[in-house]
């Protein structure tokens, strides 16, 4: 299987809409849907963002040799990684081979695909070395499989059995619950001292429902949006 093939991490939309000439949220919601959610107090499925650089590991399984290929790649296809971010993929890599024939079907032709982020010390400074001060480590937030996103008591099972971290979970929460909560900021779950604040929310139907479009509904509220907006209003963000 040609890696061309393979689809990268999906856009996760801000919940609010932003004014082009200076890239601030705006009390417009981005989409139908977004409003629809927001006006009805959908409950949705909520984890921790993290300040990171995008990476996954495609795992192809062939029928035809009972083995599988696994390999990392970026956010990107010219995504450039140094040397101890390869050996961090390689660790990565060694897990998944070694669990790979139990987790996995290996008779059967498929594309998994582990996204996650790489976070620690270099990466988004200065958040970065709070998170890990002397190296840099890998936690998963979704698996695809065939191009089907997997339910999160799934993809938290498969972690287990790998080895695998997955990202701080948030609860079930509306969307305007989640304004309230990074408005106000609120610690990182991955730093003990509560010396760096979250970066945000990423929020997703329980089911994995789609829009009419046929995309996954999910979104992300980030501190640094209201942050922004205030700078620029001199006032909290409302809607």
């Known amino acids: 299987m040609s890696k061309s093939k393979h689809s990268f991490y999906q856009k996760i939309n801000t919940v609010f809409m932003r004014d082009k000439a200076t ?31 995008n990476t996954s590991f495609v795992i192809e399984t062939s029928s035809e040799t009972e083995t599988a290929n696994i390999y990392a790649r970026g956010k990107t296809e010219s995504a450039f990684f140094e040397p101890r971010h390869k050996a961090l993929h390689q660790t990565i890599i060694d897990k998944l081979n070694k669990a790979c024939g139990d987790v996995f079907d290996l008779h059967s032709d498929a594309v998994i695909e582990v996204f996650g982020e790489m976070y620690g010390s270099g990466i988004q400074e200065p958040a970065g070395s709070k998170y890990v001060p002397d190296g840099i480590k890998f936690i998963v937030f979704d698996i695809k499989i065939n191009g089907l996103y997997l339910l999160p008591d799934n993809v938290k099972d498969i972690c287990y059995k790998v080895g695998l971290d997955y990202v701080p979970e948030m609860g079930m929460m509306t969307i305007g619950e989640a304004i309230d909560l990074v408005q106000k900021r609120f610690y990182s779950n991955l730093v003990k001292d509560n010396s760096l604040f979250a970066e945000g929310v990423v929020m997703k139907l329980s089911l994995g429902l789609l829009d009419r479009n046929g995309e996954r509904i999910i ?18 963000f409302s809607i």
């Open 23 to 53: 890239n601030c949220i705006v009390p417009e919601f981005v989409s139908p849907v977004a409003k629809w959610m927001f006006d009805e107090g959908i409950k949705m499925y909520s984890t921790e963002k993290i300040d990171g650089t």
């Open 219 to 236: 979104i992300k509220v980030k501190s640094c949006d209201f942050i922004k907006y205030k700078a620029k209003t001199n006032q909290n």
